[in-house]
């Protein structure tokens, strides 16, 4: 009898607002980079995000609960993510990309939108880090707003 394997489809992110910001080691080995933006206007934005160079989904160890801080808009939008969001592994086990939920949709008013980040509770990254960054939505810059120690 022959073998029926399934094939996974490969990963779709839809990104609206391309960001490609790298926050820096906050898991420990693992570089975290900001992807962009998924907003969509029946439910909640997404934040697409990156781990580089990956880790194994065996890595019952390693720390990975960084996450979203405070995040705002100059409209007064209320973001509550509630660290919504998760990863999963690739084929390999490697785990490689990840979401966070940003609570909210973006309204169509709003023009700039400020997302504090944290690093993994029990990691203390070495070099410096993005702890706020802010995104002109019009022109869609980001500027580093705080770094940290």
């Avoid at 206007?41 to 405070?70: C, K, M, Q, Y």
């Avoid at 808009?73 to 490689?96: I, K, L, N, S």
């Amino acid at each position: 009898m022959p073998r029926v394997t399934r094939e996974r489809p490969p990963r779709t992110r839809v990104i609206d607002l391309p960001l490609n910001l790298d926050l820096g080691e906050i898991i420990e080995g693992q570089h975290v980079i900001i992807k962009g933006i998924e907003s969509p206007v029946t439910r909640g934005a997404v934040i697409h995000n990156d781990f580089n160079p990956g880790f194994s989904v065996r890595s019952a160890d390693l720390d990975t609960s960084w996450g979203l801080g405070e995040i705002f808009d100059d409209v007064g939008t209320v973001y509550d993510h509630m660290g919504a969001g998760g990863w999963g592994p690739d084929e390999d086990g490697v785990v490689r990309w990840g979401d966070e939920n940003l609570g909210s949709m973006i309204p169509t008013s709003a023009t700039t939108l400020s997302i504090s980040v944290y690093c993994a509770n029990s990691w203390r990254p070495s070099s410096a880090w993005i702890r706020r960054f802010e995104l002109s939505l019009a022109t869609r810059e980001v500027s580093i707003a705080e770094y940290g120690d």
